[in-house]
C-alpha cells in the first residue's frame, strides 16, 4: 500500500483466478474482500445504529450547540409551503436568542431529484440589507417504508455531517454583503468546513449519545470505532496517489502554452501518461482517479487547476482538527474561536490571513500524513 508510487510497470506480480495477471481495475474488489476479512467491518450490519432523526438532532444538531451555541427548532407550519412533503425545516438561534437563520433538511431520494448530495442557500447573510441565511442541505437517503424508520449508511452519516459543515459556514456567517459572506468564497477554500465538522461524527461522547440500536437502544458494539478507524486507513496509499495523479494531470493540461498546446492534444493519452510517470506515479499500476477523456471536474465542472482544492482543504482540515484535539476537542470556547476567525470571514479577509489569525501559524502537512497513516512513509 506505502509502494503505489514508481512501481512496477506490467501492473505488479500479482496473480488472479487462473493464473491470470492483476492489474489496476482488481484493486477495488481484493481491497474489499481484504478489509471484510482482516478488519471484521460489516457496514450494512451498523445501519440500525444510524437512524436519521437521532443522528440529525442527537449527532450533527448537538455538536453544533456545543461548539457554536445554536439550538434549532423544528417549523413544521414553514415546511408546509415548500415544493415536496417530507422537508423538514428548523429555525436557528444563538445562544443570545438571537435569530441566525433557517435549516431547511431535503434528505430523501425521490424519482425526480437529482443524485448525490450538497449544500445550497436561497439566501446569504447581508448585514446590509438585515438578511439573515437561509441555507439546505440536500442528500438522496432512500425514504423508508411508512411506519418505519429511516437508516443511514455509515458514508451517509458522515455526507450529513460533511454538508452540515458546509450549512454551518453559511449559518454562522457575518458581513455587510452577500457575496462576500458565507461559502461565497474561493473554490479551494468551500471544502475546509465542512471536512473539519465531519470529525464530530467519531467525538466518544456524542457518539454514545446517536449511534444507538434503533429497536433495542444498545450503544455500537465495544471496539467497532477501532475496527472502522482501522479500516479507514486501509487502502489510503492507493486513494492518496490515485487522487495526487488526477490533481496533475488537472495543472499539466491548465498549464499549456501556445508553444506545448499541440504536441499534447496530437495525443492525449500519450501526454497524460508522460506527466505522471515524469512525477513519479506509474499509471498502469496506479492510475489516476479521473482520466484525461473523463474529467468533468476540470473540463466541465468548475475545478480547472482547481482539483488540488480537496487535498488543500484536507490540509487545513487535518491541522485544525489537531488544534481542537490539542485544546480540549469540542467545547464552546473552540467553536467560537473557530467561529470568530474562520466561518464568520466569508470572503472578508484572506484566507490565510484567517487561518493564521485561528492557529497562531500556517497550516502544516504533517496532521494530514497522521490521519492518512503515511507519516513513516513520508519520512
Not at 474482500?33 to 451498523?46: G, I, K, P, T
Request: contains cysteine.
Amino acid at each position: 500500500d506505502g509502494q503505489c508510487a514508481g512501481g512496477r510497470g506490467d501492473g505488479g506480480g500479482a496473480r488472479g483466478p487462473g493464473g491470470r495477471r492483476g492489474g489496476p481495475w482488481d484493486w477495488p474488489v481484493l481491497s474489499a474482500a481484504y478489509a471484510r476479512e482482516e478488519f471484521a467491518v460489516d457496514a450494512d450490519a451498523l445501519r440500525p445504529y444510524f437512524e436519521l432523526d437521532r443522528v440529525l438532532t442527537e449527532g450533527v444538531f448537538a455538536a453544533a450547540t456545543a461548539l457554536y451555541g445554536l439550538t434549532f427548532a423544528e417549523r413544521p407550519e414553514l415546511a408546509r409551503h415548500l415544493y415536496r412533503p417530507g422537508i423538514r425545516v428548523f429555525e436557528v438561534t444563538g445562544e443570545d436568542s438571537a435569530g441566525v437563520g433557517l435549516f431547511v433538511a431535503d434528505l430523501f431520494a425521490r424519482p425526480t431529484k437529482s443524485g448525490g448530495a450538497w449544500m445550497h442557500t436561497v439566501r446569504d447573510r447581508a448585514d446590509a440589507l438585515g438578511e439573515r441565511p437561509v441555507v439546505f442541505t440536500t442528500m438522496n437517503v432512500p425514504a423508508p417504508a411508512a411506519g418505519r424508520p429511516a437508516l443511514l449508511t455509515l458514508d451517509e452519516t458522515t455526507t450529513l455531517f460533511h454538508e452540515f459543515g458546509h450549512a454551518l459556514h453559511g449559518l454562522l456567517a457575518r458581513g455587510e454583503y452577500a457575496s462576500l459572506t458565507g461559502t461565497n468564497v474561493p473554490r479551494d477554500v468551500v471544502e475546509f468546513p465542512s471536512q473539519v465538522n465531519e470529525v464530530w461524527l467519531r467525538e466518544p461522547s456524542l457518539l454514545a449519545a446517536y449511534a444507538r440500536h434503533v429497536e433495542s437502544g444498545e450503544p455500537l458494539p465495544a471496539g467497532t470505532l477501532e475496527r472502522l478507524e482501522a479500516a479507514d486507513l486501509w487502502g489510503e496509499g492507493h486513494r492518496t496517489v490515485e487522487y495526487l495523479g488526477a490533481t496533475l494531470v488537472d495543472w499539466a493540461w491548465h498549464s499549456l502554452t501556445e508553444e506545448t498546446v499541440d504536441a499534447a492534444t496530437a495525443d492525449p493519452a500519450a501526454f497524460e501518461r508522460r506527466v505522471l510517470i515524469e512525477a513519479g506515479i506509474d499509471p498502469d499500476l496506479v492510475p489516476p482517479r479521473y482520466g484525461t477523456g473523463y474529467f468533468k471536474h476540470i473540463f466541465g465542472g468548475g475545478y480547472a487547476a482547481g482539483y488540488y482544492s480537496y487535498v488543500w482543504a484536507e490540509v487545513l482540515d487535518a491541522d485544525a482538527v489537531e488544534w481542537f484535539r490539542e485544546h480540549g476537542g469540542m467545547t464552546r470556547e473552540n467553536g467560537r474561536r473557530f467561529a470568530d476567525e474562520l466561518l464568520s470571514r466569508g470572503d472578508t479577509r484572506d484566507l490565510l490571513e484567517s487561518y493564521r489569525a485561528f492557529r497562531g501559524r500556517d497550516a502544516e502537512l504533517e496532521p494530514l500524513l497522521r490521519r492518512r497513516g503515511l507519516a513513516d512513509a513520508a519520512a
